[in-house]
């Protein structure tokens, strides 16, 4: 008999002892599909939240320095961090002014603000001061009219583009260029309208925000004069360095730093962000290895128990069979198949279980179930089975024939 006969003869052999004894096997299998269910679960949430990472980071690019006082991730301590000097607008305008390596460069303040149209209110939008390079900047892209001039900005004027969540709440029946919305007391015409951008990290909306002339926000719409963010877009990713040593020069020289002085400012750029969330994904994908590797260590456990009770109880089939001229390797055979068939079904139940679980994650955070984390969980309960049921089996195929046809 050839091994693909074995192989067919020892899953037809297994899959009778399961149907024989399906209330055992289906608790045997408890194990298996509590570790199944872990696994999937934790696959499916770090592979939604890493395309919604990657998708979200996308739009910071690679390419873009973004000056601020503040450090994004750093090691120094909070206080030390908050008394730093703010970059005022004069200082971001001479920096923008003075580097060489830019292709486009964006002056930002942020606020959260109530923006009104008519009777109806919005509140908690971002209110975003730019300039004229914020769109290139930020990868905007227009779905109506366009975007800030530079003349709009020198002058402060009262124009607005809104993102396209604020669009559809304030415009559903009509188009919103031309119409003025109003902001802490001022109307503010609309110009444009973006394309639907989605969500930061799969939380926080992009696409509710209104952007207007940074000269506009900081003179009329805030009291005091507020920090600003500057956005640096090279025009060559091999400039980077370059580009950064020019920043930080410029930096130094407006915040009038002695040579010894340590920098009172921070150039950041994607990279922190990259290398913060991989830590973060290495510590959560070793957690959930830990809690799965734990479930399926008991499960197996489980397996590998029910296996010695089944070969104690089918000691005399396994001496008629060798009597009659079965080789240890099909006895070996038949209990692996039979040990992997109960995790495999395991798997099966486990995955049949965290499909809709994941459908009811995805409402309230990114997670994607697909077809490699569907086989990679089957594979592993498969494996789980052949490495737990092995010393069974061995035991089987290690039975002397006539002791076993002795056995009651």
Do not use: H
Request: with cysteine; glycine share 10%; proline share 4%.
């Amino acid at each position: 008999m050839n091994f693909l006969s074995e192989l067919r003869e020892g899953l037809f052999i297994a899959w009778d002892s399961l149907r024989a004894n399906k209330l055992r096997s289906a608790l045997t299998t408890l194990g298996i599909v509590i570790g199944i269910v872990t696994v999937t679960l934790m696959g499916t949430a770090l592979a939604g939240l890493n395309a919604a990472f990657i998708k979200s980071i996308s739009a910071i690019g690679t390419d873009v320095f973004f000056v601020a006082p503040w450090q994004w991730f750093s090691d120094e301590p909070w206080w030390k961090m908050r008394n730093r000097r703010p970059i005022l607008l004069a200082d971001a305008r001479a920096l923008v002014r003075q580097t060489t390596f830019a292709r486009a460069t964006s002056i930002d303040v942020n606020r959260r603000m109530t923006v009104r149209y008519r009777d109806l209110s919005a509140t908690g939008v971002n209110v975003n001061g730019t300039t004229e390079g914020g769109a290139e900047v930020g990868g905007l892209v227009l779905k109506e009219g366009r975007f800030l001039s530079a003349a709009e900005v020198d002058g402060g004027r009262p124009v607005c583009v809104i993102g396209s969540e604020l669009a559809a709440n304030f415009f559903p029946f009509e188009s919103p260029l031309g119409r003025k919305v109003r902001i802490e007391g001022s109307n503010l015409e609309v110009i444009g309208v973006l394309e639907k951008r989605g969500k930061f990290l799969g939380m926080e909306s992009l696409d509710n925000q209104v952007l207007i002339p940074v000269t506009k926000l900081v003179s009329d719409l805030i009291a005091a004069r507020p920090p600003v963010l500057v956005r640096i877009k090279l025009r060559d990713l091999k400039e980077m360095d370059e580009a950064r040593e020019e920043i930080r020069g410029i930096m130094r020289k407006l915040r009038c730093l002695a040579p010894g002085d340590p920098d009172d400012f921070a150039i950041n750029e994607q990279g922190a962000f990259l290398q913060t969330f991989e830590r973060m994904n290495t510590v959560l994908a070793s957690a959930g290895l830990f809690i799965t590797g734990l479930s399926l260590f008991v499960g197996g456990i489980g397996i590998m128990n029910i296996m010695f009770v089944t070969v104690a109880e089918r000691t005399r089939e396994i001496g008629i069979r060798k009597a009659i001229g079965a080789k240890r390797r099909a006895i070996l055979t038949q209990f692996l198949i039979e040990a992997a068939l109960i995790c495999l079904l395991g798997g099966l139940i486990g995955l049949a279980i965290a499909y809709p679980i994941t459908l009811v994650m995805d409402r309230f955070m990114p997670a994607v179930l697909s077809a490699s984390l569907v086989g990679i969980a089957l594979l592993v309960s498969v494996t789980t089975g052949v490495i737990a049921g092995f010393l069974p089996a061995w035991r089987a195929s290690k039975l002397n024939p006539v002791d076993a046809l002795r056995a009651e």
